[in-house]
């Protein structure tokens, strides 16, 4: 008895462990390309346009995004209200705070990045990249810092809609992928249907 248990544990196990790490390389194909293209705009933009200048279009955040708007595209976290809402909700706090308390980077960088999570919450726009926008305001560079509240609309605004109108495209491609989800009541319905 306990010789038939134990093979009918493994057999479970075993599919369990195989249903969860099958490779889905459709799936992987278009985030790699999603993403590519929209940093690649980005980057793009940046080396073309603002090499010679103070201007920064890249910022880390971004890369976390990708992520989320082109990896996980059914994800709450990754629509475009929380996409396009949380960077700029998070770089208005971030360069904020870095105004108020430009000196005492222990309190500035904590306080940017908590006060950005309760107003995204408060927003209904929580996209966990907008903590490290919110931070690099901050914490920032001499380049950043001199952007000031333009920060927010440049490299952050332009950004996340470069990102965006990336994901938009390519999310939508085959019929297996649809961006953005509609959420209706405790479900969540994919767009068009």
Same mark, same amino acid.
């Given at each position: 008895?306990?010789?038939?248990?134990?093979?009918?544990?493994?057999?479970?196990?075993?599919?369990?462990?195989?249903?969860?790490?099958?490779?889905?390389?459709?799936?992987?194909? =278009?985030?790699?390309?999603?993403?590519?293209? %929209?940093? %690649?705009?980005?980057?793009?933009?940046?080396?073309?346009?603002?090499?010679?200048?103070?201007?920064?279009?890249?910022?880390?955040?971004?890369?976390?995004?990708?992520?989320?708007?082109?990896?996980?595209?059914?994800?709450?976290?990754?629509?475009?209200?929380?996409? +396009?809402?949380?960077?700029?909700?998070?770089?208005?706090?971030?360069?904020?705070?870095?105004?108020?308390?430009?000196?005492?980077? =222990? +309190?500035?960088?904590?306080?940017?990045?908590?006060?950005?999570?309760?107003?995204?919450? +408060?927003?209904?726009?929580?996209?966990?990249?907008?903590?490290?926008?919110?931070?690099?305001?901050?914490?920032?560079?001499?380049?950043?810092?001199?952007?000031?509240?333009?920060?927010?609309?440049?490299?952050?605004?332009?950004?996340?809609?470069?990102?965006?109108?990336?994901?938009? +495209?390519?999310?939508?491609?085959?019929?297996?992928?649809?961006?953005?989800? !509609? !959420?209706?009541?405790?479900?969540?319905?994919? !767009?068009?249907?």
């Amino acid at each position: 008895m306990p010789v038939k248990r134990i093979k009918r544990t493994y057999r479970k196990t075993k599919y369990v462990l195989y249903k969860e790490t099958l490779v889905d390389f459709t799936e992987h194909f =278009w985030a790699f390309i999603g993403s590519f293209v %929209g940093m %690649g705009i980005i980057a793009f933009l940046q080396y073309k346009t603002f090499s010679n200048t103070d201007m920064v279009l890249l910022i880390g955040s971004f890369g976390a995004s990708c992520v989320l708007v082109y990896g996980v595209i059914q994800s709450p976290l990754a629509q475009p209200r929380n996409l +396009i809402g949380g960077h700029v909700v998070s770089a208005l706090v971030g360069v904020t705070i870095q105004k108020l308390i430009p000196d005492i980077l =222990w +309190i500035a960088a904590p306080l940017a990045v908590s006060l950005s999570i309760v107003l995204m919450q +408060i927003t209904k726009t929580l996209h966990p990249p907008g903590g490290a926008t919110a931070l690099i305001a901050a914490t920032a560079s001499p380049q950043i810092k001199s952007l000031g509240y333009f920060y927010v609309i440049s490299p952050v605004l332009s950004g996340a809609l470069i990102l965006l109108v990336t994901a938009l +495209i390519f999310n939508n491609l085959t019929s297996k992928r649809s961006y953005p989800t !509609k !959420k209706i009541g405790k479900r969540q319905l994919t !767009k068009g249907k």
